[in-house]
C-alpha cells in the first residue's frame, strides 16, 4: 500500500512533511535524517522540470502580491544583491514520540520540555532583488503561462497541519488579511509588556526604528513604477554553495509570512518573550533581517537555478537552438541585424559594424588583471540633447539595444547625477547591510554612457570618485566596492558604449570611431519577428566557443609584426584590440575558429577607421 498522495503545486508544506515522516520512520536516531534533505529537492525538481511545470508556478512580481496564498509554491527570478549571515533555527522537534519537521517554515510552535529533543539547523539567508535593466522582453518569456500558474488554480489550497495559525479549509489566509493583523499584533505585544524589561523594551523600539526607515537597497531604482519588490530567500541544505554575489537565480519555494517575526525579529515559542539578555545582545545583528514582510517577502527555497544565456537560449521560442541553422540564415541574419544599427546611428556602416562587434562583446578569460574579450566603444560626434535632455543618439541607441539584450541601462553622466550619490556599493557596518549603487548589475548588463550630458562645472567628491569607478570599470572590468576600511574588487562584465561630441577625455575605450552620419538618428522599427531572431542571434553567438587554430596564428603573428615596422607608435593594446575584434568577427558568423577572411575584415575596419580619426 502507497503512502500518502503529495501535492506539490498546491500544498508544497505538506509533501515535505510526507517525505519527512517517511525519513523518520526509516530512521534509528535524528542524526539519520539530518544528513540529507529526505529528498525533497529530488521530489520537487523531478515535478517541476520532469514535467515542464516550472515556467506555470506563479512569479512574485509577475503577479499580484497579495493574490498568492500564503505557503503556495512560488517563485522569484532575481539578482543576489546581499549576503546575510546563517540564520539557526529549530528544525526538528518531538512530541508525544512523534517527530515534526519546521523546515520551510519562518516559525512554529514548538512545545517546552526536555523530551522535545530540538535540533538546530541552520540556513542561508539572501537578500535578491529584481533584475536591475532587466528589458521588457525577458519579463515576458519568463512570466507564468496559462494552466497551474494561475492564481485561480491555487487558490483552494487546503489547510496544512501544524500551521502556527488555522487557516479556513476553504482557502489559504490571504496575504493581505494576514499583514493586517501584523499591527494589532504588535500594539498586544507591547501591551504585555512588563514595564521592568527595559532591555526587551529598548531592542523593540531598535526594531521598529528599523523597520521604518527600512531601505529596500534595489540597484538602479529596479522597484519602479511597476511596485516589483525585492525577497528575502532563505536557503537550505548547501544549495548556495556555487551562488555569488550579482548572480541572477531563479529560486523555487514556499511563500510565508509571519507578522510576528516580521515585526519583532524573533520567534516566540507558546507566546513567552525570548530571554532580555539574549534579545538586546544579538538585536543589532538581526537588524539587516528585520524587513517587513508586506515589502520584502520571505521565500523559503526548495531548489533553484541560475539564470545563464543557455536558460534564456531555452527560454526563447524562435530559432530552436535544438535545429541547426544554415550558414546562410545567419548571415542573412547578420545583415539584417547591421541594417537596423545603420538605421539607428543615422546610416554610417563602419560605426555599426563596430556597434555589432561590440553587442557581441564579452569577457571570456582573465589574464592576471586583463579581462579578455571586452570591447568597449566611444561613437564621437553625437550631438547633445536640448536643454538638458539625453542625447538623441542616446536615446535611440538605447532602446535598440533594450530589444536586442536581456539587460542594459541608459546613464545620462551629467553634473547632477555624478555629484549626487555613489555608484559603487559599500558596506554599512550599522545596519550590517550592502548598500547598492548603480554598478552593482548582474554579468553581461549594457551601459550606455551618454558624456553629451556633462555640462561645465565642478566636480564634488563623490563626482570625482564616480568618475574613478567608470575608468576602473572600462579599463579592468572590476567593480570597487567600499568596505570603509578597504576595498574590495568584484569581476564584472558589463559592455560599455560611450557617446560623446568628441573622443573622451575622461572615460578610456577599447576602440573609437568617429560617427558620419547621413541622416538623423531614429529608434529601429522592425516588426517583432525579427527582434526576436536577432536577440536568439546575439545570445547564442555569445555562448558559443571560439579558438584560434595555429594555421592562421602565423597569418596574424606575421601582420602584426609587419604592422609595427610600418607603424613603431602602435602598442599592445592596439593588438589585444585587432585580435578580440577578430574573434568577435568570427563568432558573429557563427564560425568556432578564425578564418583568413575574418581577420582580413578586421584588418580593414580598423584601417577605415584610422582614417577618419586621422582626418578628425
Not at 322 to 351: F, H, K, M, W, Y
Not at 443 to 452: F, I, K, Y
Request: hydrophobic residues 40%; contains cysteine.
Amino acid at each position: 500500500m502507497g503512502g500518502p498522495p503529495v501535492d506539490c503545486f498546491r500544498n508544497p508544506v505538506g509533501a515535505v512533511r510526507v517525505l519527512f515522516d517517511k525519513a523518520c520512520r526509516a530512521a534509528t536516531s535524528p542524526a539519520d535524517f539530518t544528513r540529507s534533505d529526505w529528498g525533497v529537492k529530488e521530489l520537487f525538481e523531478s515535478y517541476l522540470f520532469g514535467r515542464n511545470v516550472h515556467c506555470k508556478v506563479p512569479e512574485i512580481n509577475s503577479v499580484q502580491l497579495d493574490s498568492l496564498p500564503v505557503n503556495s509554491l512560488v517563485r522569484f527570478r532575481g539578482m543576489v544583491q546581499d549576503m546575510f549571515d546563517v540564520e539557526y533555527y529549530i528544525g526538528a522537534y518531538k512530541e508525544g514520540g512523534d517527530w515534526h519537521t519546521t523546515k520551510y517554515m519562518d516559525v512554529a510552535d514548538v512545545p517546552t520540555g526536555q523530551d522535545t529533543e530540538p535540533q538546530m539547523w541552520d540556513r542561508r539567508l539572501l537578500y535578491c532583488v529584481p533584475v536591475p535593466g532587466e528589458n521588457e522582453w525577458v519579463k515576458e518569456a519568463f512570466s507564468p503561462t496559462d494552466g497551474l500558474g494561475a492564481t485561480a488554480a491555487i487558490r483552494p489550497l487546503v489547510a496544512v497541519q501544524g500551521e502556527k495559525r488555522p487557516r479556513d479549509a476553504e482557502g489559504a489566509e490571504d496575504l493581505d488579511a494576514t499583514m493586517a493583523c501584523a499591527d494589532e499584533l504588535i500594539d498586544n505585544k507591547r501591551m504585555r509588556e512588563d514595564a521592568s524589561s527595559s532591555a526587551t523594551s529598548t531592542s523593540q523600539e531598535v526594531a521598529a526604528a528599523a523597520v521604518h526607515t527600512l531601505d529596500l537597497n534595489m540597484p538602479l531604482n529596479a522597484v519602479g513604477g511597476n511596485k516589483m519588490v525585492p525577497c528575502l530567500v532563505k536557503v537550505y541544505d548547501g544549495l548556495d554553495a556555487d551562488i555569488k554575489l550579482n548572480d541572477i537565480v531563479e529560486f523555487f519555494g514556499v511563500l510565508t509570512f509571519d507578522p510576528e517575526l516580521s515585526a519583532v525579529g524573533f520567534p516566540q515559542a507558546n507566546g513567552a518573550n525570548i530571554d532580555a539578555e539574549f534579545e538586546s545582545a544579538f538585536i543589532e545583528d538581526h537588524v539587516s533581517v528585520l524587513l517587513p514582510a508586506s515589502k520584502v517577502p520571505r521565500l523559503q527555497c526548495i531548489t533553484l537555478r541560475k539564470i545563464s544565456q543557455q536558460t534564456l537560449i531555452s527560454t526563447l521560442p524562435t530559432l530552436h537552438p535544438g535545429v541547426p541553422v544554415p550558414l546562410p540564415a545567419i548571415e542573412q541574419i547578420r545583415q539584417s541585424l547591421l541594417d537596423c544599427l545603420r538605421n539607428v546611428i543615422g546610416g554610417d556602416s563602419l560605426a555599426a559594424e563596430y556597434m555589432l562587434l561590440h553587442l557581441l562583446s564579452q569577457v571570456h578569460t582573465r589574464v592576471d588583471s586583463m579581462a579578455l574579450g571586452k570591447l568597449s566603444l566611444n561613437l564621437t560626434g553625437c550631438n547633445p540633447g536640448v536643454q538638458g535632455a539625453p542625447s538623441p543618439l542616446a536615446v535611440s541607441a538605447s532602446n535598440t539595444i533594450a530589444k536586442l539584450l536581456p539587460r542594459s541601462h541608459l546613464m545620462p553622466l551629467s553634473l547632477h547625477s555624478l555629484n549626487l550619490a555613489s555608484i559603487a556599493p559599500r558596506k554599512d557596518y550599522a545596519a550590517n547591510r550592502l548598500m547598492t549603487g548603480m554598478l552593482q548589475l548582474a554579468e553581461g548588463t549594457h551601459l550606455t554612457l551618454d558624456e553629451t550630458a556633462l555640462e561645465a562645472g565642478t566636480l564634488n567628491a563623490t563626482g570625482i570618485q564616480n568618475l574613478a569607478s567608470l575608468k576602473h570599470l572600462l579599463e579592468w572590468q572590476k567593480v570597487e566596492y567600499d568596505f570603509q576600511f578597504y576595498k574590495m574588487e568584484m569581476p564584472a562584465d558589463m559592455p560599455v558604449l560611450i557617446l560623446s561630441q568628441a573622443k573622451s577625455r575622461m572615460l578610456p575605450a577599447d576602440a573609437v570611431v568617429p560617427l558620419m552620419s547621413t541622416a538623423t538618428p531614429a529608434c529601429s522599427t522592425p516588426d517583432e519577428l525579427d527582434f526576436a531572431k536577432w536577440r536568439l542571434y546575439l545570445t547564442m553567438a555569445r555562448d558559443m566557443e571560439h579558438t584560434l587554430q595555429p594555421s592562421i596564428l602565423k597569418t596574424v603573428e606575421d601582420d602584426l609584426v609587419a604592422a609595427r615596422q610600418e607603424d613603431r607608435t602602435l602598442g599592445p593594446e592596439t593588438f589585444h584590440r585587432w585580435l578580440t575584434m577578430a574573434r568577435l568577427m568570427a563568432v558573429s558568423y557563427m564560425e568556432p575558429t578564425l578564418l583568413p577572411e575574418r581577420w582580413r575584415m578586421v584588418r580593414d575596419l580598423e584601417f577605415r577607421c584610422a582614417e577618419r580619426l586621422h582626418c578628425c
